[in-house]
């Protein structure tokens, strides 16, 4: 499989889930990965799982020093860039009445601000890739219709979707930029929110039949959403907010 054959990327958050199934599958596609994320040992576990070359570049979002680091290092390995998948995320549960500064800071930090700042550090790189670069965000559904408990993630997944439609208008052509909405994800983050792993598995299992698909979101569908746009076949494609849910946004409704 060789569609991106001779392509360099990027991936943020590779280290395990969403960035990780990404990762794999871009490589499995032909493309050179960079991995990027805070814990060097779970990268070197993605590597592992890669079908072709690869490099590991950790650093932490909310760093601005980090992100400086990553994209002269990148720089240094090569004159252009051609695809950043931007997975890289941390969530939380916490209402309005017991959320506090800084983990609302913490919250922006990394799933917004951060993503922004390493995204146009790279931008140059992008600007050089032929026939042009592409960004694909990762943000949520719940950036489009948030649901209680959820008001730092939500808040900052819905600037995810408004920098995306944002930076699309302002680097067509040389750069396009999309966004991928993932509903229910069985992913490791749906085990950090400080739950028990049973009661996240009995979780799960109720939500399957709220889906009109019936199942839970795995990791490798959203890879595959990412590839799509990530691809020539989505060379007219820039500034779209792509849901893959299973339908359970719709089905709320």
């Given amino acids: 499989m060789d569609k991106f054959k001779g392509a360099l990327a990027l991936v ?4 395990s889930g969403i960035g990780r199934a990404c990762a794999v599958r871009l490589s499995a596609e032909g493309a050179t990965v960079l991995l990027h994320g805070r814990t060097t040992t779970k ?4 590597g592992a799982l890669l079908a072709g070359p690869h490099g ?8 601005p020093g980090d992100n400086e680091r990553v994209a002269a ?19 939380d549960l916490g209402g309005a009445d ?13 799933n917004l601000v951060g993503l922004f700042d390493l995204t146009r550090r790279l931008a140059p790189l992008l600007r ?10 990762i943000s949520s559904t719940l950036g489009l219709t948030p649901v209680a408990k959820t008001l730092a993630y939500s808040a900052a997944k819905a600037g995810v979707v408004a920098l995306t439609e944002a930076l699309a208008a302002e680097w067509g052509p040389q750069i396009r930029v999309n966004c991928v909405c993932p509903g229910i994800i069985d992913t490791p983050m749906q085990y950090r929110r400080g ?21 839970i979101g795995r990791p490798e569908d959203i890879a595959a959403a990412v590839v799509f746009l990530a691809s020539a076949e989505a060379a007219w494609v820039t500034g779209a907010t792509l849901v893959v849910d299973g339908g359970l946004t719709v089905a709320r409704q």
Avoid at 128 to 137: F, Y
């Fill in 195 to 215: 739950r028990p792993e049973a009661e996240v598995r009995d979780w799960l299992a109720t939500m399957v039949a709220r889906h009109p698909l019936k199942r």
């Fill in 98 to 110: 017991h959320l506090g500064w800084d983990d609302f800071r913490r919250m922006l930090d990394v």
């Fill in 73 to 91: 290092a990148v720089a240094a390995q090569s004159d252009h860039l051609d695809i950043l998948v931007n997975s890289a995320g941390i969530g």
């Fill in 12 to 15: 943020t958050g590779a280290g």
């Fill in 128 to 137: 050089q890739s032929e026939p042009g670069g592409v960004v694909i965000n």
């Fill in 56 to 63: 590991i570049l950790g650093g932490d979002l909310s760093q």
């Fill in 43 to 46: 990268l070197s576990e993605t």
